[in-house]
């Protein structure tokens, strides 16, 4: 096959499908990063990195850079990415694929507080924490900018501009992955009662889960956006298999 794959990345997943399809003979492979991170991870391929510019740039995008195939593999709570990835694809009439990882699942010692928004979870925790871990990313913070004399500790891979409600909180920047043993003695350390974070799925963050299960903490989930309703798959080697059929047609 002489094709281009286009894969919408910033997940550990896409890297995976970037390794896993430039051993594909005949395969342009080209991996599309957001630019948020300053040092981020490069997968193997060419890269491009930065926005599209909404659903009409990245159509535009398709058609000049003449992609035959994009999954999405951006991060679950990415939706913005999800939802022009489907406009763009579907005004080119180019094969999309959704790539994303399972969902962490309540396990019965679980005391999870499931919110579908991130003031949702803010008036959690003014309702029932006085000690909380914010395990979120640097962008999602401003909805927490008025806790009222809740002690925060908030860990994110690059340091926050903190909103001035949470000035006085403790940092931890650190891009993980994070281990239980880790987990269990930082919430310890900081008598943390509470934890809000997402539900991101994944082995790299599921430390925090598992050792609020063991500490008996409140985690106040927020459940992953709406999707457009696209073929998906939860695993790399599926991706890899959607892409041989695609390509092959
Ligand atoms: N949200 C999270 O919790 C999270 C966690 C870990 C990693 N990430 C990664 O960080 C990136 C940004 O996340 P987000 O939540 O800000 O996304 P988002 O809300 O879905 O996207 C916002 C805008 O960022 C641009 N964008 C997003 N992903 C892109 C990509 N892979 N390549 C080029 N442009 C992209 C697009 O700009 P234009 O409209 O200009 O095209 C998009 O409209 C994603 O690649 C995601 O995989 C996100």
């Not at 390794?19 to 395969?27: A, D, H, S, T, Y």
């Not at 000049?64 to 913005?80: N, W």
């Not at 579907?90 to 999309?96: E, F, G, N, Q």
């Not at 985690?219 to 080697?237: E, K």
């Amino acid at each position: 096959m002489n094709a281009t794959l286009l894969i919408l990345g910033g997940t550990a997943e896409a890297f995976e499908l970037a390794e896993r399809m430039v051993e594909k003979p005949n395969l342009r492979v080209l991996s599309s990063l957001a630019g948020r991170t300053n040092a981020p991870r490069l997968p193997p391929g060419q890269i491009r990195i930065g926005g599209f510019g909404g659903a009409s740039g990245l159509s535009e995008f398709l058609r000049t850079e003449r992609i035959d195939a994009v999954v999405d593999a951006t991060h679950p709570f990415a939706s913005r990415m999800g939802w022009n990835a489907d406009r763009a694809c579907t005004a080119m009439s180019t094969p999309l694929l959704r790539l994303e990882r399972p969902a962490w699942q309540r396990q019965k010692a679980d005391r999870w507080d499931e919110v579908g928004s991130w003031d949702e979870a803010a008036e959690r925790l003014r309702r029932h924490a006085s000690r909380a871990f914010l395990a979120l990313g640097r962008l999602d913070l401003d909805a927490f900018a008025e806790l009222d004399g809740i002690w925060c500790l908030i860990r994110s891979v690059e340091r926050p501009d903190l909103p001035p409600g949470l000035a006085q909180s403790t940092l931890v920047s650190s891009r993980g992955p994070f281990t239980l043993e880790g987990d269990l003695a930082l919430l310890r350390e900081h008598r943390i009662d509470t934890i809000a974070c997402k539900n991101s799925g994944g082995p790299i963050g599921y430390a925090k889960i598992e050792a609020a299960r063991q500490l008996g903490l409140r985690v106040v989930m927020r459940q992953r956006p709406p999707r457009p309703d696209l073929p998906m798959v939860m695993s790399v080697a599926e991706a890899v298999a959607w892409v041989d059929r695609v390509l092959s047609d």
